[in-house]
């Protein structure tokens, strides 16, 4: 596509809910990057795919995030039992390899209530 | 390990020029790149540096001294859309680029 797409735009879910958030790359890119951004903010780095293969998971907050890619194309991003305090912008993005510069998405606004 | 500083706020009025400085200390490095943030929007790229010196874009230059781990961004004529948060990123032989709190720069008229 165009540029990197994130859906949805925007959730709101329960406390305890999972929910999945989903980054379409722009095509080509083999890198893909996901990021937290809490309201005032910086970036908190979360997760970064090389092709499908995810080389560093250090950055994810607790086992209750996870993230995978496929077709070294989309990705999704994945909070199970959600808590309040990951209510946040969640950014993806992409860039045609690691050491190159990133592309991102617009982010999808999740509130917990 | 690694370790990164900015200013976290910068205000100055338009048509002035502003310096944005960053040191930082990260393994493996190989460059440093700049980004800007408006309110609501995504970070987006503005330049990078893989050597010591300036780049110039426009009105937007940025500097690198790789020995004292230091760079900086510096706008010029600065205009009331120039009001945004600007990250320097340090690129890291573990790809794990990170961003930061960055700087929040206010344009006053």
């Known amino acids: 596509g165009a540029g990197v797409s994130q859906s949805p735009s925007n959730k709101v879910t329960e406390k305890g809910k999972d929910v999945e958030l989903r980054c379409d790359p722009i095509?080509?890119?083999?890198?893909l990057y996901w990021y937290r951004q809490r309201l005032g903010q910086g970036l908190e780095f979360l997760i970064y795919?090389?092709?499908?293969?995810?080389?560093?998971k250090s950055g994810l907050p607790s086992d209750r995030f996870s993230a995978e890619r496929t077709g070294e194309s989309v990705s999704t991003l994945t909070i199970q039992r959600t808590q309040q305090e990951d209510s946040a912008v969640y950014l993806c993005a992409s860039s045609f390899r690691v050491n190159e510069k990133l592309f991102f998405g617009s982010g999808t606004q999740l509130s917990v209530l | 390990g690694q370790s990164l500083e900015q200013p976290s706020e910068v205000t100055a009025v338009e048509g002035a020029i502003v310096q944005i400085n960053c040191t930082y200390q990260t393994s493996g490095f190989y460059g440093l790149s700049w980004y800007q943030q408006h309110d609501g929007g995504a970070p987006t790229f503005l330049s990078y540096n893989a050597l010591d010196g300036l780049e110039e874009t426009g009105r937007f230059s940025s500097f690198l001294s790789r020995s004292d781990s230091y760079g900086y961004l510096l706008l010029q004529e600065l205009q009331m859309k120039d009001s945004a948060s600007y990250f320097c990123?340090?690129?890291?032989?573990?790809?794990?680029?990170?961003f930061g709190t960055g700087t929040r720069l206010k344009v006053l008229a």
């Open positions: 095509s080509g890119h083999t890198a």
């Open positions: 795919f090389q092709g499908n293969s995810a080389p560093d």
């Open positions: 990123v340090p690129g890291s032989g573990t790809y794990k680029y990170i």
